[in-house]
Structure formats: C-alpha cells, structure tokens
C-alpha cells in the first residue's frame, strides 16, 4: 500500500524528502520524487495517476521501437504479456511503487546502449548513462543488475588470445568499452555512496522482523507459486547457457548479459528475504524481453514450427494467468481505498452526532499496525481529529468533532503504530463499553469471516461496507475468478461495543 507518502506529504503540498534511511539500511534518493514535481501543477488523484499513464504511454513505443529486430508479431504479443504481468499492473496503479521508474529508465537506457553498440554516437553514449544513473538511485538492488550487465559484457568482450596484458593493452581495451566501463563506474560510486552513508547508522535493518521469520528457500518457493515465469525465466537462460558452452557458440554480447543481470537482481531480493511481487517487476519486464528473443532466434531455425507452438502455447498461459492475477490486483487497490473512503465518511457523521465527548476510542482487533498507521494517515488527511494531536499539517480540522484514539493489541514502542510514522496506536487489552471495533478489509482480500461471526453475537455492528461492482468491474472480477473474490472479499465492519 504505502499510501501514506502520498497523504502525509504530496497531497498536502509538503515536499517528500529523498529516502535517505542510513538507520534502516536504506538508500534510494530518487524514490517518490516525482511527487514532489507533481504537487507543483496539481494535488487531485487525477493528476497523480495522470502521471503514471503518460510514463505508460511513452514506455509502450519506445519498447516497441527497441524491439524492433523482432518479427510484428513477436512484438505485439510481448508487449501484451509485459503490460498484463502483475508485477508490472501493480506499479503503475498503486503510483507508489519505485519499479514503475525503474522499469521506465530501464527501457531507454537499453534502447541508447544498443544505439551505441551501432553508431558509437555521444548523444547514444550520454543517455545511456544518464537512463542508467536514473535507474540506479530508484532501489538498491539496481546497481547489481547494471554493474553484472556491464561486467559481463566486458569479460565477452575481453581480448583472451593476446599473449600477455600490459598496463597500455588494458587501457586501450577500457577505452574501446567504454561504455561499460562508464556503467561499472557509476555502480561504484554508487556502492560508495551506499557505504558512506549507511555504515555509521547503520541499526536496525530494513523490515528486520518480517525478514527474521523468512528463510530463503520460503522465499524463493513464494515468488515461484506466484509467478511461474521467474522459473520459465530461469530454466531457459541455464539450458541457453549450458547449450552454448557445449557446442562452443558464441555468447550473445547484450542478450546474455542482460539475462544474467537480471537473474542476480531477482537473487538479491531472496537473500534479503523480502516478499512483494512488484519486486520483481524488473525480472519479469526484462525476463519476457529475453524470452522473446530466444524465440525468435528460434525461428530461424529448423525447429520453426515447434517453436512456433511451444511459443503459443507458453503466451496464452501466462496471458490467462497474467489477466487474473492483475484483474485481482486491480480491484484490491481500487475497493480497498473505496472501503476507506465510507469508512471516513461515516466515522465524520459519527463524529458529528457525539460532539459532547472528548474522544472515541477507535479499536483494531484484527489489523496489522501498519495497516492501522496507513488508515490514520487518510483519516488525519481528510481531517478526522486523531489524539493526541500529529505533528503534520492537516487538510482540514473541524475543532468541535471528537478525537479518535486509536487502539491497537499490538503494542509498540512509544505508543507508536510504526516507528517512522508519527500516529499513535494504543494498547487494549479488552474492549470498554462506546469503543468502536473496525475490521478493516485486508489489501489481498482475506475475509474476516470468523472474527465477525463471533463479534456479531457480542456487539451491535453499526455500519458496514460491502463492494459493489460497476460493468467493467464485473469484468475484472470475472477474471480473477471466485477463488480470488471471495465472498466476504473487502467487507468492512464496525461494532459499537454496549
């Protein structure tokens, strides 16, 4: 979710400071600074998303024109696969997501550097490197992909027959690959700057206690279930390599790398043991690139006609697939922050009808704290008084309202619902008579179904939310199917306790 980068600041018309999170081991300056540019011209969701479409609509041709070695119909259908994989719907809808950027620069910075390899030009040259120092400030991981890419192309591209390497020879080969030995520069100064910035802060680590209860062979078993592709991905390079280095072929000197590049970025993220599938978004963007192409050298081949068909075989798979999962995705953001749209509104009405008491505690069984920070983010925004008092600007507060309180049976330190954030969540033990207990929808759709049959023979529910669905909606949710829509699916409920 994260949506509270956008209502903390954006939307506010507060400036979103780059994520420089030495404490925390974290280290991506550009991330969310288009926001920052936005906000500038406009605050609506309209121009935000607006944003994120003009980035697609600039992505698609500029890919298509990258592609363009491929048969019509290898691109198209490519195309298709790449805007229709989840972890590609899920940054350009949920805006917040850093891989949209990476993906975007990603795509210039591979279509100037085949530009080079034609005409050695410096327009070529120079944005190459500025597509690649973009991507590299967008997620940490990045360097890992540019600087094995470059790496690799070097060590093809190395002159292994001459019979000694003097200190001229090996200057006069950096300056015929000069390009990647400009890339492998910028990932070394951005490692460095990495360091520096991190080892002296250096506490407790990013996502440390989601990161303790995962292995990674859980990890990598999760992302597989998910999306076979990584597996198809993985499977072909090997067998590719290993076919190569048998019959003594020659390496493709951009396809290869690339390949390789995007494989240890997707390894970089097991290791760290972090789940979320728009993660891999540049191993997915970057991996059906590969794939495609590895088709289309099949065609040229004998096998042209099983190629053909194992090819369509393997695209209408994982199109179904792709359009099921995306459709699911889709409908999650769209009804989880429609639930937290009524959920506001009732709570002012309610608000409004209990203006003789101080506060009103707002209690959360069954939420994460993070959950509960990101809906005391939107409620602060759309100016709900919470107590005690936060520390941000707010839309608009309508003083003679009560204050919620906000309670949690998760405690943490400071009374904190996360520690970087500063909205309070409370502990109960047991809920008091007036508390108000909210089942706030889970963003993945998990009914509370059997909380709610308890709390119903206990309490008296006051309001509920239960999505409804507009024509195209029932499309989408045709195609995520009963097992992703379930039937209690985004239903949100709030009990008065007596």
């Not at 119909?73 to 850093?98: C, Q």
């Not at 506490?203 to 292995?215: E, L, Q």
């Not at 067998?239 to 390496?251: G, L, P, S, T």
Request: hydrophobic share 45%; glycine share 4%; aromatic share 16%.
């Amino acid at each position: 979710m994260d949506n509270s980068i956008l209502t903390l600041f954006s939307v506010r018309g507060n400036r979103y400071f780059m994520p420089i999170w030495g404490a925390s081991g974290r280290f991506f300056p550009l991330g969310h600074q288009e926001f920052n540019i936005v906000r500038l011209f406009s605050k609506t969701p309209f121009s935000y998303h607006l944003f994120a479409v003009l980035q697609l609509l600039i992505f698609l041709p500029v890919t298509f024109i990258f592609l363009r070695r491929c048969q019509i119909g290898y691109r198209l259908p490519l195309l298709l696969i790449v805007t229709t994989a989840p972890s590609f719907v899920i940054p350009f809808f949920g805006l917040v997501y850093p891989e949209r950027n990476i993906i975007f620069f990603l795509i210039f910075f591979f279509l100037f550097l085949n530009e080079f390899n034609i005409s050695k030009s410096r327009w070529s040259f120079c944005g190459a490197l500025i597509a690649a120092q973009f991507t590299l400030y967008y997620k940490e991981p990045v360097f890992i992909l540019i600087s094995s890419f470059a790496l690799s192309r070097l060590l093809l591209n190395f002159p292994s027959q001459e019979k000694s390497y003097s200190c001229r020879k090996m200057l006069n080969f950096a300056k015929q690959q000069w390009l990647d030995s400009s890339l492998i520069i910028l990932s070394l100064i951005y490692i460095l700057l990495y360091a520096i910035v991190t080892i002296p802060n250096l506490g407790t680590p990013y996502a440390a206690d989601i990161v303790a209860r995962n292995t990674e062979l859980m990890v990598l078993g999760t992302y597989l279930e998910y999306n076979p592709l990584l597996l198809i991905f993985g499977l072909v390079f090997i067998v590719r390599i290993a076919n190569v280095a048998i019959a003594k072929k020659a390496f493709d000197r951009f396809w290869d790398p690339l390949a390789l590049g995007t494989l240890l970025y997707g390894l970089a993220y097991i290791k760290l043991k972090l789940i979320s599938m728009y993660y891999m978004a540049p191993v997915d963007f970057l991996g059906i690139l590969y794939l495609g192409w590895v088709c289309n050298k099949l065609l040229k081949t004998s096998t042209k006609k099983i190629s053909l068909i194992l090819f369509g075989i393997i695209f209408i798979g994982i199109f179904i697939r792709n359009l099921s999962i995306s459709s699911s995705e889709i409908l999650n953001s769209k009804k989880y922050e429609e639930s937290n749209i009524q959920l506001v509104e009732f709570l002012k009405n309610y608000s409004s009808q209990n203006r003789n008491r101080d506060s009103v505690s707002l209690l959360f069984p069954s939420n994460s704290n993070y959950e509960v920070m990101e809906f005391s983010s939107f409620m602060d925004y759309q100016g709900l008084k919470l107590h005690p008092r936060n520390y941000h600007k707010m839309k608009a507060i309508e003083r003679e309202r009560s204050a919620w309180v906000v309670k949690t049976q998760k405690p943490l330190k400071e009374d904190k619902c996360m520690l970087y954030a500063p909205y309070k969540c409370y502990y109960f033990s047991a809920p008091e008579p007036g508390n108000l207990m909210v089942f706030l929808p889970k963003y993945n759709g998990t009914a509370n179904g059997r909380n709610i049959d308890r709390i119903k023979n206990e309490s008296e529910m006051i309001f509920q939310y239960q999505p409804s669905f507009s024509a195209l909606e029932k499309v989408l949710r045709y195609w995520a199917g009963p097992r992703r829509i379930a039937k209690d699916w985004m239903n949100l409920y709030v009990f008065k306790v007596d």
